[in-house]
């Protein structure tokens, strides 16, 4: 992958993540301790999880070599999908809880990273440097997660369906990238 894919893979993996720190900016008083605090949390486990979902991945690799473009295709594809559908329930997942708490800010970084642990399998199939990508991904996860908070407090009225449909379609492009390249 060239490093612009990788860039873009992280922004798209991180637009789930930014919609609800901006619903966190949004709907509670943070300061910048807090901000933070849900930066690293997204960014730590867009991280971890590619790594996590490498590992996995590495096991059935053997069994997958000849159809791994396939594999990635489809995977990166419903991970897209799954992007998509959220955005068009526009369900705001900060509304419902207070994402201050620990335990929801943990379940929050953990299902908002289920796409990177996704993605992660796909770097069986990929020609990618899989740590410093992951890195990428968790660091740019992070940037943006601490944008979106501030974004939060500065606007009440950002659509972040809009965000999360270009995040979507970004890696609709990547998953046929995947399948015909």
Do not use: C
């Amino acid at each position: 992958m060239s490093a612009l894919e990788i860039l873009l893979l992280a922004l798209s993996l991180s637009l789930d993540a930014v919609v609800v720190s901006v619903g966190a900016g949004v709907l509670n008083r943070i300061n910048i301790r807090k901000a933070l605090v849900i930066a690293f949390f997204f960014g730590a486990f867009h991280a971890v999880m590619p790594l996590l979902g490498w590992a996995a991945g590495y096991w059935f690799r053997g069994y997958l070599t000849e159809y791994g473009h396939i594999v990635g295709f489809v995977l990166i594809l419903l991970v897209a999908l799954k992007m998509l559908r959220d955005a068009l329930r526009q369900e705001d997942t900060a509304r419902e809880k207070d994402i201050l708490h620990m335990r929801v800010l943990l379940v929050l970084a953990f299902a908002m990273s289920i796409d990177a642990l996704v993605i992660g399998i796909t770097f069986n199939f990929l020609p990618v440097s899989v740590l410093p990508t992951s890195a990428i991904i968790g660091l740019v996860t992070f940037l943006m997660s601490l944008a979106g908070v501030y974004v939060g407090r500065r606007s009440r009225h950002l659509v972040g369906t809009k965000i999360e449909l270009l995040g979507a379609l970004v890696l609709v492009l990547l998953a046929f990238k995947v399948l015909l390249f």
